[in-house]
Antibody, heavy 115, light 107 residues
Framework: EVQLVESGGGRVQPGGSLRLSCEAS????????MHWVRQAPGKGLVWVSG????????NYADSVKGRFTISRDNAKNTVYLQMNHLRGEDTAVYYC????????WGQGTLVAVSS | DIQLTQSPSSLSASVGDRVTITCRAS??????LNWYQQKPGKAPKLLIY???SLDSGVPRRFSGSGSGTDFTLTISGLQPDDFATYYC?????????FGHGTKVEIK
């Protein structure tokens, strides 16, 4: 079964850091673009970042550029999102998703930024 | 970035109604358009990919059409389980974008 499981969310103070993980099963992340998408409470879906199959190309939304870093460990079949200098507006459920025809999504992990 | 304009933002409908939601892209995205259903507290569920292909296990009352810049999601015979928020998403670009969502409510 193709599955994505996110972890690493939690509560953090403004200015703090978190690293989210997205572990894949049923397929190899090295064959796909992988993305992070977030959803603030009561709001819509917003794309955050993407990484290509060999990890050499990464894209970021303007709102996170310079603060977030996407990476992948193909040996662990896992994608990461390192989030630094967190702000209140980063509070959201973060979803990991597999690109390609018929995207696959995880169940999400909640990040809450507050003092 | 490719913008997606989704309409309406909300609608009220009755069980059994036919419901149509539209999504317009700011440039041609050929058929790289996906539709999702989302319920409160849950992850988005893929309904339609490639503009018109039904994802596995999705009821046949859901259908998608369109290409280029104009796309439609149709629910033929609304069921109680269909009351939710629906989003379109383009995957033509590796920087994904989403429509703002359509909330389908019970009339």
């Amino acid at each position: 079964e193709v599955q994505l499981v996110e972890s690493g969310g939690g509560r953090v103070q403004p200015g703090g850091s978190l690293r989210l993980s997205c572990e894949a099963s049923g397929f190899t992340v090295s064959s796909h673009w992988m993305h992070w998408v977030r959803q603030a409470p009561g709001k819509g879906l917003v794309w955050v970042s993407g990484i290509n199959s060999d990890g050499r190309t990464t894209n970021y939304a303007d709102s996170v550029k310079g603060r977030f870093t996407i990476s992948r460990d193909n040996a662990k079949n896992t994608v990461y999102l390192q989030m630094n200098h967190l702000r209140g507006e980063d509070t959201a459920v973060y979803y990991c998703a597999r690109g390609g025809l018929g995207p696959v999504w995880g169940q999400g992990t909640l990040v809450a930024v507050s003092s | 970035d490719i913008q997606l304009t989704q309409s309406p933002s909300s609608l009220s409908a009755s069980v059994g109604d036919r419901v149509t939601i539209t999504c317009r892209a700011s440039q041609s995205i050929t058929d790289y358009l996906n539709w999702y259903q989302q319920k409160p507290g849950k992850a988005p569920k893929l309904l339609i990919y490639g503009a018109s292909s039904l994802d596995s296990g999705v009821p046949r009352r859901f259908s998608g059409s369109g290409s280029g810049t104009d796309f439609t999601l149709t629910i033929s015979g609304l069921q109680p389980d269909d009351f939710a928020t629906y989003y379109c998403q383009q995957s033509y670009s590796t920087t994904w974008t989403f429509g703002h969502g359509t909330k389908v409510e019970i009339k």
